[in-house]
């Protein structure tokens, strides 16, 4: 097997894209608006002030199609890894024996080892230029603490991040790494909050869970000095800050001259699959390609293929305003799986909105599946996937074989949002037959 | 702070190198060969073709100043993502205020987080060519068996990890990335050789050691069928392969018409400094450069800076063939500092007898030292080093450091040899003041 030049695709620093996009001016109908969870009103722009900071609340409200990336933004992204290569998987294609190609697009290099850092790099630095000096939130597996950790390394802000208890205590790596970045990482729920003192004095054992670490990181906003909080998930403002995903693919593509037939990524909050699928979904929806865009999510936490689509609280407590989204409920108790960035009840609502107008297709496997097909890519393309991008390489390992028994040369794209060196854990109970 | 152009300098991938330098060619005395450990008198070829396969045995014996790089080998470097960039660690050199300028190149890259894969892809491959279908070696910390694993599951042959037992039973994850890749991972001493038996039977709790895993690597090689045993260090071969490291920095340095006054790597077994310096080493031996070369080492383990230039085995056991080298004695025992691929009492031969002849200078540091070097350049430049690479960070900030107290521009150029994101228990204990 030789290599060709166009398996590896990469990016001149000089053309890492200038504009990050919105989805919310070409959908042919508006964004639904979150809600006060306290009035049921659309929340203003006064009520998102109390937690982000004036340049993220412009972009949240924003319909703009694009947005400046600030120069400083685009120098941080570069120092961190972008553009990020998009790779031929030309030994996955060959154990597969299809006539299909199969690109990926590498996330998986960043220093967090995750897309995670496309939006809190542009979070910190608009927290900065508007004077934030502390940044709160919570995390649970850790990724996206890691992330906005660094970030605030980067850009010399303080970082607060309340660790689901559980996680925290299971993964110390992962905690680790944001103290190493210089992040205080607190267990959740916390001694540092009303709320988690209430909670501990109820339950000294208490193991946590998102929906309080998301409420002990608001308080702590809402209290402190010239604190803001930053969200990695959901919001429209992280949709659009990972669009660099995207664009950077656009160009990529149109570099090798290939239009796909499938992109593909996982769905946990949406916030990957947004940034890689939008900037090309703008195409579908002008009426330019034909392309099929595929979310996929674990069989055990079925958002988009068995969820209701309604206004739903973002968290377990109901603290916070409530989206339209495809939802399993508030309450619902997703199964202790692997792939934690997975485990969320609802959607960002701009993909639920898509999704519901039939842009996007969704699909879900159960964990041994996309385990197998973790390994399967481990072992020809050299990679270690997260359990998270696992899902997207099932579902791309699924279209070539369908394109094997057609015989048709299916372009197939997806999204490897992270790597797994911090997830042995879970491909240590697939290797040893325990899932 | 802006980016430059030249912060992040990369190669195109047709500008991979073509060819491995071999500084047996130009060092101005012979390199000493190996010498049988029964007969102490030079290893033959044919005493080397018991572990080694023919291709191999060449390449180690070689003095030709150049070895051509197979395709097949190229398309694999560049499929785990060589071309490794050089960068600017500008943000660093501003933390430090000092008007010299530090580059790092990333091996840190690689799927297996190292520049170990450098030598395991050509290993695994002249070995496939010449017809072996098994692999067998040691590892300690984990490095070298991940990337040996990976290459296997590249080339399609099978691959057997003799991991020291107490690595086996602490560093979990080191042992799964294996396993994932597809290598057979057994605890050492084991009941697969007769030696790990015999000591079993002695004492069930016998820890391991690396002597111990490479008498059992050996033994399976020697007993088994196509099988053949792949080294990760001090042999020339290996200095030989990492050499794509130096020659792509010469064309990265070339690109960008700089000349390093410093040149920086740690030091265990010698691969990643000899790759690292040896292309660049070539032109100060013919008088061309006036650049400092740099090793450094645990003071823990100051086989360069403290030890003996004189034959001694290359293993605990004292079994394998006696090398020319810096060393501690065979029966030193390296105290159990984190940066595992540092702990051996021995250097390199090449790496050695350069040193001996006054082309290179060693230093030394304890690792309070290395791992806040650490600390500061994840905080500064978003990547968490191995503590490995960790002593090259720490030599060139104090090389920063004496360029700003004299005023001077220097030219500080260190590998990045890996990332310490299987490290961060060291980082714990660091962080928390236990070391």
């Given at each position: 097997m030789a290599i060709h030049k166009d398996d590896v695709i990469r990016l001149d620093i000089d053309d890492i894209p200038t504009k990050w996009y919105?989805?919310?001016?070409?959908?042919?109908?508006?964004?639904?608006?979150?809600?006060?969870?306290?009035?049921m009103q659309p929340a203003t722009a006064e009520d998102l002030s109390a937690i982000f900071p004036p340049s993220i609340v412009r972009q949240e409200m924003s319909t703009d199609r694009y947005i400046d990336i600030p120069e400083e933004v685009r120098d941080a992204y570069v120092a961190l890894n972008r553009p990020a290569p998009l790779c031929r998987a030309r030994r996955l294609e060959q154990y597969l024996k299809t006539p299909a190609k199969i690109y990926f697009k590498r996330e998986d290099l960043s220093p967090g080892g995750s897309h995670k850092p496309n939006s809190a790099i542009p979070q910190t630095y608009f927290n900065m230029i508007d004077g934030t000096e502390h940044?709160?939130?919570?995390?649970?597996?850790?990724?996206?603490?890691?992330?906005?950790?660094?970030?605030?390394?980067?850009?010399?802000?303080?970082?607060?991040?309340?660790?689901?208890?559980?996680?925290?205590d299971q993964k110390p790596f992962r905690r680790l790494i944001m103290e190493t970045y210089g992040g205080k990482v607190y267990a959740s729920p916390s001694k540092e909050t009303e709320y988690g003192r209430k909670l501990l004095a109820e339950d000294p054992d208490n193991p946590g869970s998102l929906g309080i670490a998301i409420s002990e990181a608001i308080e702590t906003c809402v209290h402190q000095e010239n604190t803001k909080y930053a969200l990695g998930s959901v919001a429209n403002h992280v949709m659009i800050h990972q669009t660099i995903i995207g664009e950077e693919v656009i160009k990529q593509l149109e570099f090798i001259d290939e239009v796909p037939d499938y992109m593909i990524a996982c769905a946990g909050g949406g916030s990957n699959l947004a940034g890689f699928s939008f900037p090309m979904l703008r195409k579908k929806i002008k009426g330019e390609i034909d392309t099929e865009f595929i979310a996929v999510e674990p069989s055990s936490v079925p958002s988009l293929t068995k969820g209701e689509y309604r206004y739903d609280f973002g968290d377990t407590a109901g603290m916070t305003p409530l989206f339209k989204m495809y939802t399993l409920g508030?309450?619902?108790?997703?199964?202790?799986?692997?792939?934690?960035?997975?485990?969320?009840?609802?959607?960002?609502?701009?993909?639920?909105?898509?999704?519901?107008?039939?842009?996007?297709?969704?699909?879900?496997?159960?964990?041994?599946?996309?385990?197998?097909?973790?390994?399967?890519?481990?072992?020809?393309?050299?990679?270690?996937?997260?359990?998270?991008?696992?899902?997207?390489?099932?579902?791309?390992?699924?279209?070539?074989l369908e394109a094997k028994k057609t015989g048709?040369?299916?372009?197939?794209?997806?999204?490897?949002?992270?790597?797994?060196?911090?997830?042995?854990?879970?491909?240590?109970?697939?290797?040893?037959?325990?899932?």
């Amino acid at each position: 097997m030789a290599i060709h030049k166009d398996d590896v695709i990469r990016l001149d620093i000089d053309d890492i894209p200038t504009k990050w996009y919105n989805i919310a001016a070409d959908l042919p109908v508006p964004l639904p608006p979150p809600l006060h969870p306290g009035t049921m009103q659309p929340a203003t722009a006064e009520d998102l002030s109390a937690i982000f900071p004036p340049s993220i609340v412009r972009q949240e409200m924003s319909t703009d199609r694009y947005i400046d990336i600030p120069e400083e933004v685009r120098d941080a992204y570069v120092a961190l890894n972008r553009p990020a290569p998009l790779c031929r998987a030309r030994r996955l294609e060959q154990y597969l024996k299809t006539p299909a190609k199969i690109y990926f697009k590498r996330e998986d290099l960043s220093p967090g080892g995750s897309h995670k850092p496309n939006s809190a790099i542009p979070q910190t630095y608009f927290n900065m230029i508007d004077g934030t000096e502390h940044l709160t939130t919570e995390t649970g597996a850790g990724q996206w603490g890691s992330a906005l950790s660094l970030s605030c390394a980067h850009f010399g802000l303080d970082c607060k991040v309340f660790m689901v208890r559980v996680s925290y205590d299971q993964k110390p790596f992962r905690r680790l790494i944001m103290e190493t970045y210089g992040g205080k990482v607190y267990a959740s729920p916390s001694k540092e909050t009303e709320y988690g003192r209430k909670l501990l004095a109820e339950d000294p054992d208490n193991p946590g869970s998102l929906g309080i670490a998301i409420s002990e990181a608001i308080e702590t906003c809402v209290h402190q000095e010239n604190t803001k909080y930053a969200l990695g998930s959901v919001a429209n403002h992280v949709m659009i800050h990972q669009t660099i995903i995207g664009e950077e693919v656009i160009k990529q593509l149109e570099f090798i001259d290939e239009v796909p037939d499938y992109m593909i990524a996982c769905a946990g909050g949406g916030s990957n699959l947004a940034g890689f699928s939008f900037p090309m979904l703008r195409k579908k929806i002008k009426g330019e390609i034909d392309t099929e865009f595929i979310a996929v999510e674990p069989s055990s936490v079925p958002s988009l293929t068995k969820g209701e689509y309604r206004y739903d609280f973002g968290d377990t407590a109901g603290m916070t305003p409530l989206f339209k989204m495809y939802t399993l409920g508030h309450d619902f108790i997703p199964s202790s799986i692997h792939a934690g960035g997975l485990r969320y009840h609802g959607m960002a609502p701009a993909v639920s909105l898509a999704k519901n107008l039939g842009y996007i297709n969704a699909v879900s496997y159960d964990q041994h599946e996309t385990f197998n097909a973790a390994v399967t890519f481990a072992r020809t393309e050299g990679i270690i996937p997260a359990p998270e991008s696992s899902h997207a390489i099932k579902a791309a390992m699924d279209k070539a074989l369908e394109a094997k028994k057609t015989g048709e040369e299916k372009v197939i794209v997806f999204n490897l949002s992270g790597h797994g060196l911090l997830d042995m854990g879970g491909y240590s109970k697939y290797l040893h037959n325990e899932i």
